[in-house]
């Protein structure tokens, strides 16, 4: 059975940096494909990054590029999303999210059959 934890979420202020986490059992992040998707207040789920370990491959939503960053360390079967320079309109729910094969659509929801529990990121003004 693959599980996905996400961890890391807390209040920050404007500028300030987090490291989320999403740690994965029943399958090697290698052997996966993940996104990071989040939901804000009222707003419709929001890819964010994405990382295929196995081929390299990290995408990044527009609204992020160059604030995100996303890792993995294969050893802890984990994956990190570093985020800075974070910004009120960051604020919102980050879910991590796993698929056995490469989406078609990085960013949809859809295209992801696993799914962690969520950790909320508030960032102050």
């Known amino acids: 059975e693959v599980q996905l934890q996400a961890s890391g979420g807390g209040l920050v202020q404007t500028g300030g940096s987090l490291r989320l986490s999403c740690a994965v059992s029943?399958?090697?992040?290698?052997?996966?494909?993940i996104g990071w998707l989040r939901q804000a207040p009222g707003k419709e789920p929001e890819g964010v990054a994405y990382?295929?370990?196995?081929?390299?491959?990290?995408y990044y939503a527009d609204s992020v590029k160059g604030q995100f960053t996303i890792s993995s360390d294969n050893a802890k079967n984990t994956v990190y999303p570093q985020m800075n320079n974070l910004k009120p309109e960051d604020t919102a729910v980050y879910y991590c999210?796993?698929?056995?094969?490469?989406?078609?659509?990085?960013?949809?929801?859809?295209?992801?059959?696993?799914w962690g529990q969520g950790t909320l990121v508030t960032v102050s003004s």
């Open positions: 999210a796993a698929a056995e094969s490469r989406p078609v659509r990085w960013s949809a929801e859809e295209e992801y059959n696993y």
């Open positions: 029943g399958l090697a992040v290698d052997e996966l494909v």
């Open positions: 990382l295929s370990s196995s081929h390299g491959i990290t």
